[in-house]
C-alpha cells in the first residue's frame, strides 16, 4: 500500500497550511441522492448488509469520488454500529430511521452493556478501510469516522431517533452516576475504534456529536464535551509518517466553540447558522474551519449554488484554515448534477482566496 499522498490539500488545510484552493468534501457524499449508491444497497439487500461487506462498503465509498473532483474520501459505513456490537441488535426499516431489537429498558440493561472487542466485531469496518485505501491509491486521503459519545447514547436510551431527548435527559439528570458510567465505557470505544481505523489506514479523523446542540451549556460541557475531550487525548495523532487530523463536528453547538477549539482537536465542523466569519473570529488561529453551507441550497437551481458558494468562501476570508464542505448532510433529495456545480464553484473560486 503506497503511503505517498497526490492530493493532500484537505491534511494541509486542516494543519493551516498554505494550499492553493480550498479542498472540499461532502458529509454523506455517498448516499442515497446518488442512483448508483440505491442500485448497490438493492443488491445488498439491506443497509446492514452493506454495511458490513467490505466490498460494497468500498465501492459506494468510491462512487462520489468517480463522479466529482472531491479531495476525500469518507469510510461507508454508520454511527450506530458501536450500540450495534454492543448487543443491541441495530437494523433500520425503509423511511424509518434506525431501530434495535434489545432495546434498553431498565437500568439492569444499562449496566449489562459490554466494552466491546472493536477488533473483532467491527473488523468489517477495518476491512473496508484497509480495502478504500489499496483502491484510492494515494489519489486523496481517507477519512475515518464514529459518533460522540453523547450522540451515541441518545440512540441507545432513546432506542431510535427522537424529538424531544427526553429519556437521555432525565437519565443525566436523574442517575447521572449512571449515565456517566455509560458515557465513559462509550468513549473508550470510540478511542479503539478511531485507533483502528487509523491503524488500519484512515487518514484523517471525523466525530459525530450531531445531538450536543440539545443539551444546556453546562450539561454540554458535562456529558458530550468532557468525554470529547478524552477522546482526542486518547488518539494516535501520527501514522505513516504524517499527522492524522481530527475533526469535531459537533452540530447546533455554537456556542460551545470555543470549548470545543480548547479540546485539541486540529478541525471544527460547523453549521450554517453561524457565519465562518464570526466562527473564525472566535477561534482564532486554534483550529481549522470545515463547513458550513446549509445542505437546502443545493435544491436550488445551479445559478444560486455558485453565488451561495462563493458567499461560504468569501465569508470565511483570505487566508489558512477553511475546508468547505456543507453545515450537515446532503439529503437524498439533492439532484447529483447540483453537487458537480458546488464543487466546479469551490474549485473556480476559491484560488483567489490563497494568493
Ligand atoms: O458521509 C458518508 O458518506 C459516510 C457514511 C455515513 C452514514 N451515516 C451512512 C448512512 C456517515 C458519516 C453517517 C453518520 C451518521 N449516522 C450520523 C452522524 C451524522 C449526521 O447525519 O448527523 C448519524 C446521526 C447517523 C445515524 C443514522 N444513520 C440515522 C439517523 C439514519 C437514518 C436516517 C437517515 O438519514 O436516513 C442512518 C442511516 C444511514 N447512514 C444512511 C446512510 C447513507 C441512509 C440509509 C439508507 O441507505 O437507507
Not at 453565488?307 to 470565511?316: A, C, D, K
Not at 433529495?333 to 482566496?353: F, G, Q
Request: with cysteine.
Amino acid at each position: 500500500m503506497t503511503t505517498e499522498l497526490k492530493n493532500d490539500t484537505i491534511i494541509r488545510a486542516l494543519l493551516r497550511e498554505p494550499v492553493d484552493r480550498t479542498p472540499v468534501w461532502i458529509m454523506r457524499q455517498a448516499g442515497r441522492y446518488l442512483p448508483e449508491y440505491l442500485k448497490t444497497r438493492a443488491e445488498a439487500g439491506s443497509f446492514m448488509n452493506l454495511c458490513q461487506t467490505p466490498e460494497l462498503a468500498c465501492e459506494v465509498t468510491l462512487q462520489p469520488l468517480r463522479r466529482y473532483q472531491l479531495d476525500a474520501a469518507i469510510v461507508f459505513s454508520d454511527i450506530l454500529t458501536i450500540p450495534d456490537v454492543m448487543g443491541m441488535g441495530l437494523y433500520f426499516e425503509e423511511g424509518q430511521g434506525p431501530k434495535f431489537a434489545k432495546p434498553i429498558t431498565s437500568s439492569a440493561d444499562i449496566h449489562k452493556l459490554p466494552r466491546p472487542d472493536v477488533a473483532e466485531s467491527l473488523a468489517y469496518v477495518m476491512d473496508a478501510v484497509s480495502m478504500v485505501r489499496r483502491e484510492l491509491d494515494g489519489t486523496v486521503p481517507l477519512i475515518g469516522f464514529s459518533g460522540s459519545p453523547w450522540t451515541l447514547f441518545t440512540y441507545m436510551i432513546e432506542g431510535g431517533s427522537s424529538k424531544t431527548f427526553a429519556k437521555s435527559k432525565k437519565l443525566i439528570y436523574q442517575e447521572p452516576a449512571l449515565a456517566h458510567m455509560l458515557l465513559e465505557k462509550l468513549a473508550d470505544t470510540v478511542t479503539d475504534y478511531l485507533n483502528m481505523q487509523i491503524e488500519s489506514g484512515a487518514q484523517i479523523v471525523q466525530i459525530f456529536d450531531t445531538w450536543g446542540g440539545v443539551l444546556s451549556d453546562q450539561a454540554f460541557r458535562d456529558f458530550s464535551l468532557r468525554y470529547l475531550d478524552r477522546i482526542v487525548s486518547g488518539l494516535k495523532r501520527e501514522n505513516e509518517g504524517r499527522r492524522v487530523p481530527v475533526i469535531l463536528f459537533a452540530k447546533a453547538c455554537n456556542t460551545q466553540l470555543e470549548a470545543l477549539a480548547g479540546t485539541g482537536c486540529d478541525g471544527l465542523g460547523v453549521d450554517w447558522t453561524i457565519s465562518l466569519r464570526e466562527a473564525r473570529e472566535r477561534v482564532g488561529q486554534q483550529v481549522a474551519l470545515q463547513g458550513n453551507m446549509d445542505p437546502a441550497i443545493l435544491l436550488a437551481e445551479p445559478e444560486i449554488i455558485h453565488r451561495e458558494v462563493g458567499n461560504t468562501l468569501s465569508s470565511f476570508g483570505h487566508g489558512e484554515g477553511h475546508i468547505f464542505n456543507l453545515g450537515h448532510g446532503i439529503t437524498p433529495d439533492v439532484k447529483p448534477e447540483h453537487l458537480s456545480t458546488l464543487i466546479d464553484s469551490v474549485r473556480e473560486l476559491s484560488p483567489a482566496y490563497h494568493s
